[in-house]
């Protein structure tokens, strides 16, 4: 999703809490640096159960710390992986806050076509697309194929999405979680991984320091 240059972004600093369940990894990077994300996949791999992993430990590590960098690249609110007990990455997912100063916060109608939008390719099918609510405010949920051009435009590949649309009703930016995977034939398990988190997801809106604000009470008037 773009936004216009000549607009400031909007400030408004929030946490995201989602209850990551087993096989999801926290790669969310605190300064994006690649230090850190070697670190991380460095404590993250050592919990591994060896006897489980088939593909080489160091494999594992290396595609856990390009991973973790990759995702951080444009500072999301928080980055994950899932992974499966052989240690291959099977999903990416990551979440973003959308919203400029001034401007209104666009409509679930306005927002789908933003959703489809990819920089690096198309959306190929028909998307299904679903409105729902969840505790983190009304939702728009979207799934569609997309076809993603290759490194110097050779070729093509496909990648399965999922992307949900969050209004919070306390908050004034829009939140976007978006999940990518590459192994179309595992769509209808990735998707349901996906799904399965999004209940947990909350947004509250914090201060300079971090803590809570507390949501303004309905006036009895």
Known sequence: MNTPDDVPPLSEGFAVRLDLTPGWVDLTLRDGSKAEAKALATETVNRLNPLSLEIEKSAVFDDMADRAFNLNEDVPALAAAYYAESGEALVDLVIDSYGDEGVPRPSADEVLPLLLEWENGEVIGEPEVTRLELSAGPA???QATLKIKRMFGLGRRLT????YAVFPP????????TATWEKIQLTEENSQRVDELLPSL?????????????????SLE
Do not use: W
Request: no cysteine; net charge negative; aromatic share 4%.
């Open 140 to 142: 728009m949920r979207v």
């Open 160 to 163: 399965e999405f999922v992307k």
């Open 170 to 177: 306390d908050m004034q930016s829009l939140v976007v979680v």
């Open 202 to 218: 909350s947004l509250n809106l914090v201060d300079e320091d971090g803590n809570d604000i507390a949501p303004t009470p309905p």
